[in-house]
C-alpha cells in the first residue's frame, strides 16, 4: 500500500504564495504520474497539476498556468507545488494524488481523478481577499 502525506497549507492573502509538499511512503513503478487535485465547497473535485516521473513532463489546469509550477524529486518519490500569485478562488483543499499511467495517459489524468490509484488526506489553502 503506498501513503501520500501532503503538507504546506495554510492561509494567505491574496497575491501571497504557498508551497505544497508530497511524499509518498513507496512506490512500486519507475515511472508514476503524481500531482495536485483541489475541491471547494460545493464544487466537483479538479486536476490542478500533475508530473510525469518519466521525463518530468507538467501538465496544469488553465486556472493555474502561468501561477503554479510543479516538480519533483524522484529520490524522495516526493512532490511540489509552488503556487504563486494566489487568488480568494484558488481557496480549496488540495489533494495529492498518485498513480501508474503511461506519459499520454498522465495527460488525461488531469480530467479524470478516478485514474490515479493513491491518494492523500487533503491539506487545506485559504486565500482571503
Known amino acids: 500500500q503506498v501513503q501520500l502525506v501532503e503538507s504546506g497549507g495554510g492561509s494567505v492573502q491574496a497575491g501571497g504564495s504557498l508551497r505544497l509538499s508530497c511524499a509518498a511512503s513507496r512506490y512500486p513503478y519507475s515511472d508514476i504520474c503524481m500531482g495536485w487535485f483541489r475541491q471547494a465547497p460545493g464544487k466537483e473535485r479538479e486536476g490542478v497539476a500533475l508530473?510525469?516521473?518519466?521525463?518530468?513532463?507538467?501538465y496544469y489546469a488553465d486556472s493555474v498556468k502561468g501561477r503554479f509550477t510543479i516538480s519533483q524529486d524522484n529520490a524522495k518519490n516526493s512532490a511540489y507545488l509552488q503556487m504563486n500569485s494566489l487568488k480568494p478562488e484558488d481557496t480549496a483543499m488540495y489533494y495529492c494524488a498518485a498513480g501508474f499511467r503511461t506519459a499520454y495517459g498522465c495527460t488525461r489524468s488531469l480530467q479524470d481523478a478516478g485514474s490515479l490509484r493513491y491518494w492523500g488526506q487533503g491539506t487545506q489553502v485559504t486565500v482571503s481577499s
Open positions: 508530473i510525469y516521473s518519466g521525463g518530468g513532463s507538467t
